[in-house]
């Protein structure tokens, strides 16, 4: 599956985005789905992920309360509403996949991974 990630942009604390991710060339329904960010010089973290047909959601603990996952099998999109946003939050956005609901937020085992979404939030 290619997954394309798009809706990152500059915003101000407290302000929201939602990012989104398309996906093609491949059976989108059958991987669990979750995004990740990278910060400048920081390793590439876990931010949350979907499970496929339960659709439960785990967060990173930073963001819970404030980010929501979300997707449309119909449409092969996947969301990331971010509300309250923090400079802290200021990284880079990556929307990725994975058929092993035990692996989804290990980096290192993801197999599909978008290009990345810049999100910066100024004090």
């Known amino acids: 599956v290619q997954l394309q990630a798009s809706g990152g942009g500059l915003v101000q604390a407290g302000g929201s985005l939602r990012l989104s991710c398309a996906a093609s060339a491949g059976s989108f329904t059958t991987y669990h789905v979750a995004w990740f960010r990278q910060a400048p010089g920081k390793d590439r973290e876990f931010v949350a992920a979907s499970h496929l047909t339960t659709r439960t959601p785990i967060y990173e603990d930073s963001v819970k309360g404030r980010f929501t996952i979300s997707r449309d099998n119909a449409k092969e999109m996947m969301y990331l509403q971010m509300n309250n946003l923090k400079p802290e939050d200021t990284a880079v956005y990556y929307c990725?996949?994975?058929?092993?609901?035990?692996?989804?937020?290990?980096?290192?085992?993801?197999?599909?991974w978008g290009q990345g979404t810049q999100v910066t939030v100024s004090s």
């Open positions: 990725a996949a994975d058929s092993r609901w035990v692996d989804i937020a290990t980096m290192e085992r993801i197999s599909y």
